[in-house]
């Protein structure tokens, strides 16, 4: 009776089980007793290791199969070594750097120049001077807080201020207040101009006229004692300038800004006289007018065609 009631137990435990007796078990224990089965055995493929996608992993690598971590190598790589090759005929080995002559400034310039293209010379098509940056440049790229220094370009012209005043424009707010420079640029040897500019500073108003003086640039005609080759008058708004040449060893007598344009363009011997305004830029730029009326001897000569010594016929 017992031994019945156990097959029809095990039997129907067995009826139960949720592993299929065709598939093989995951555990090597059986489901009721304790009894260990052996696993089926995985048959392990050399080429398993280096090729993922085989879809047969049982089926063995054709012979003809080459293994990154195969101990054999070619026999024809094995002795072989790179030498270097041989030097052409003729030739010389460069000198080292150390046993080279040392180079001037000329030739580095010139080896820049090759290299770059030429330097820039300073002088643009407009005539302006690249050097003399604008004030709203310098405030952008200058470091923030500190003080900024001019600098005066090096172009051989030479600065003379003649007049600083302070300016006001009224707006709708009310008043603003600046500065107005008048200034005089000149190399003495013939080249001057007249410039004016406002700003907030009397640097920055200062730095401005000069620009703009650098761009109005005019040639004084001048004879080989340093005058006027004649006299000559100018206006300009209500300011009247009289200039009349003079002989050797007089200098320069005039006033006002007369005298400043005068001696920036080099003249050593001449008369100047204010006759209207006292308005230092209008007088200035009187000067300027005058000068601009004069022309030399051999211009007037060529102009009428006639040799220059029948002009005082």
Do not use: C
Request: hydrophobic share 35%.
């Amino acid at each position: 009776m017992a031994s019945t009631t156990l097959s029809s137990l095990s039997t129907t435990f067995s009826s139960l089980s949720l592993i299929h007796p065709s598939q093989p078990s995951l555990s090597t224990h059986s489901f009721l007793s304790f009894k260990p089965r052996t696993p089926t055995p995985i048959k392990a493929s050399s080429s398993s290791s280096t090729n993922n996608n085989n879809p047969n992993p049982n089926k063995s690598p054709p012979d003809n199969t080459i293994f990154f971590n195969q101990e054999e190598t070619d026999p024809q790589w094995v002795d072989t070594q790179s030498e270097p090759l041989s030097p052409p005929e003729g030739f010389v080995a460069p000198p080292s750097f150390d046993e080279l002559p040392p180079e001037t400034e000329e030739e580095v310039a010139a080896a820049y120049e090759e290299i770059y293209g030429p330097a820039y010379s300073g002088v643009s098509i407009l005539g302006s001077d690249v050097f003399v940056m604008d004030s709203k440049v310098k405030k952008q790229t200058g470091f923030g807080g500190t003080k900024r220094r001019r600098e005066r370009p090096k172009d051989g012209f030479d600065e003379r201020v003649v007049q600083v005043r302070r300016v006001t424009k009224v707006v709708k707010g009310g008043k603003q207040m600046s500065f107005r420079a008048v200034v005089v640029v000149g190399d003495k040897n013939g080249q001057v101009g007249v410039g004016v500019g406002s700003a907030k500073e009397i640097a920055t108003a200062v730095e401005k006229s000069a620009t703009n003086a650098r761009r109005n640039i005019i040639t004084v005609p001048m004879t080989k004692y340093a005058t006027f080759p004649h006299r000559s008058d100018g206006d300009y708004g209500a300011a009247k300038v009289m200039l009349r040449p003079a002989s050797p060893g007089t200098g320069v007598i005039a006033g006002g800004a007369v005298r400043i344009v005068l001696e920036m363009a080099g003249v050593d011997n001449a008369l100047g006289k204010q006759l209207g305004s006292n308005n230092a830029l209008n007088n200035a730029r009187a000067t300027v007018v005058a000068v601009q009326k004069m022309r030399q001897f051999k211009d007037v000569a060529l102009e009428r065609g006639i040799p220059m010594e029948e002009l005082w016929k």
